[in-house]
């Protein structure tokens, strides 16, 4: 049987709150840690999806090796910003 990824988070999300909570993580820390992974899961954009899209929006108009580089350069600078990925505006997209 195959589950989709973002339903099989949903499953394995109560385990992981029993489980950090076990371990001695507070919490207020258990909840804002998995809330991350909720709604990495529930927007479908990880860093791979991220990077992909963004350089299929950026190759048309910078070619390949100017799209990959900067797709990099806003890969760097959105890292730095401790926002989550799933949050991450891809050129083009609302």
Known sequence: M???????????LP??????EDAGVLPEEVDELL?????????GQTGAVWQ???LAALEP???RE???????ERYLELQGTNVPVHTWPVPGRR
């Open 35 to 43: 809330a991350v992974i909720e709604a990495r899961a529930a927007a």
């Open 61 to 63: 108009q910078l070619g």
């Open 15 to 20: 385990a992981a709150h029993q489980g950090l």
């Open 66 to 72: 100017q799209g990959l580089a900067a797709m990099f």
């Open 52 to 54: 992909r899209q963004t």
């Open 2 to 12: 195959t589950i989709p990824a973002d339903q099989l988070i949903q499953r394995l």
